[in-house]
């Protein structure tokens, strides 16, 4: 799994569910888990203050 912002490694729990946050080591960037099926995890940009994304 690859950071969508840096495309940094990230590391994702085998343990982890759906809904949880990774945090990229590198940039900083947080994404929440958006599905997991086995070991095909589809992560999405966790909502962050500050940034306008429109709600
Ligand atoms: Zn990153």
């Not at 589809?42 to 306008?52: R, T």
Request: net charge negative; glycine share 10%; proline share 4%.
């Amino acid at each position: 799994m690859n950071c969508l912002e840096c495309d940094a490694t990230l590391s994702v729990p085998d343990d982890a569910s759906v809904g949880e946050i990774i945090s990229c080591p590198d940039c900083g960037a947080d994404f929440e888990i958006a599905k997991k099926e086995g070991s095909n995890v589809e992560l999405k940009q966790a909502e962050s203050v500050g940034e306008d994304w429109g709600e």
